[in-house]
């Protein structure tokens, strides 16, 4: 089992930046942690993931260049630092985490089977 709690959401300007923290309980080892995003109206969409080992990272191409994704194993927890932030960023962000599969695409949301409750950004312009 793997509990997940995410943090750091809140409301900042266009250009700005934020740290958002994914608290991480229960196994570790061989977990896949990801950050989706959900805005209004929209699909769920993949932003970013790695594996707890830090040797597979991924981006969504819409936010190459602009976040990073990062775990601490000693913290327990994987951050995504988002900078220069833009008004379409505003969604919901959600931590998901699954059991390392190099068969699963790591995009599709329904190949997760934890997720955090979600912490919200909304960037005005």
């Known amino acids: 089992q793997v509990q997940l709690v995410e943090s750091g959401g809140g409301l900042v300007q266009a250009g700005g930046s934020l740290r958002l923290s994914c608290a991480v309980s229960g196994r570790t080892f061989s977990t896949f942690a990801t950050w989706f995003r959900q805005a209004p109206g929209k699909e769920r969409e993949f932003v970013a993931g790695?594996?707890?080992?830090?040797?597979?990272?991924y981006y969504a191409d819409s936010v190459k260049g602009r976040f990073t994704i990062s775990r601490d194993n000693a913290a327990n927890a994987v951050y995504l630092q988002i900078n220069s932030l833009k008004p379409e960023d505003t969604a919901v962000y959600y931590c998901?985490?699954?059991?390392?599969?190099?068969?699963?695409?790591?995009?599709?949301?329904?190949?997760?089977?934890?997720w955090g409750r979600g912490t919200q950004v909304t960037v005005s312009s």
């Open positions: 998901a985490a699954r059991y390392w599969s190099a068969g699963l695409y790591y995009g599709d949301s329904n190949n997760y089977n934890y």
């Open positions: 790695i594996r707890w080992s830090g040797d597979y990272i």
